[in-house]
């Protein structure tokens, strides 16, 4: 069964920083990975897609990188802002078999930026 | 990719009681999916919502708590049944994008008191 775990679950940062959030799953036969924002009490805004093929992903300030052999995949934001004070979640989607459209989820990071 | 409008965004519901959550999608998909997240907890996967056939339950959801209607490639409603204060969550819908990821609705936030 696959596991997602992702560290640390808070962080608190001054404005301005670069700061980098960890994704760990424990079965590496993945179909791709895909990082989400949720506001709280909302739903989920999807930032990044990473297929298993890929290394990496840039959407802006973010950075994702994924490490399929060793299970992991960080999300980097730099210069960080405010505006980016959310919780982070990373779900694998599994690569075949029954279920493979299933998202296993992590139970995220909560980022704080602070001005 | 797919955008998703779902409603209520919240409510507070009396236990007992039953709410009916839409998710209406602006483009024709297949496969639907309902989600739940408790409170300090990931998403756990609650049904598929395929058009034309019967929902397909998780282990731990069956189908008289969370009946699930899918009358068309756009539309889809989850109900909570006879809820009870631990049905309090945030329920999402979600649809595949582009480049098979997923797209979310905006969230119903269910208070059960």
């Known amino acids: 069964k696959q596991e997602v775990t992702q560290i640390p679950a808070a962080l608190s940062v001054p404005e301005g920083e670069n700061l980098v959030l960890n994704c760990s799953f424990t079965?590496?036969?993945?179909?791709?990975l895909q990082w989400f924002r949720q506001d709280p009490g909302k739903g989920l805004t999807s930032l990044l897609l990473?297929?298993?093929?890929?290394r990496e992903q840039t959407s802006g300030r973010l950075n994702a990188s994924l490490d399929k052999s060793s299970g992991r995949s960080t999300l980097y934001i730099a210069a960080s802002q405010p505006g980016d004070s959310a919780t982070y979640l990373c779900?694998?989607?599994?690569?075949?078999?029954?279920?493979?459209?299933?998202?296993?989820f992590g139970k995220g990071t909560k980022l704080s930026v602070i001005p | 990719s797919a955008v998703i409008s779902q409603k209520p965004s919240r409510d507070i519901c009396q236990r007992g009681t039953s709410l009916t959550i839409q998710c209406q999608v602006d483009?024709?998909?297949?496969?639907m999916f309902w989600y739940r997240q408790q409170p300090g907890q990931s998403l756990t996967l609650i049904a598929t919502?395929?058009?034309?056939?019967?929902?397909?339950?998780e282990s731990g959801f069956v189908i008289d708590k969370f009946p699930i209607s899918r009358p068309n490639l756009t539309f889809s409603t989850l109900t909570v049944s006879n809820m009870s204060p631990e049905d309090s969550s945030i329920y999402l819908c979600?649809?595949?994008?582009?480049?098979?990821?997923?797209?979310f609705g905006s969230g119903t936030r269910l208070t059960v008191v």
């Open positions: 079965d590496s036969a993945i179909y791709n």
């Open positions: 919502a395929n058009q034309g056939s019967e929902a397909t339950y």
């Open positions: 483009s024709q998909v297949t496969m």
């Open positions: 990473i297929q298993s093929s890929q």
């Open positions: 779900a694998v989607r599994r690569s075949s078999g029954a279920g493979s459209y299933q998202l296993t």
């Open positions: 979600s649809v595949p994008q582009g480049n098979y990821g997923y797209t």
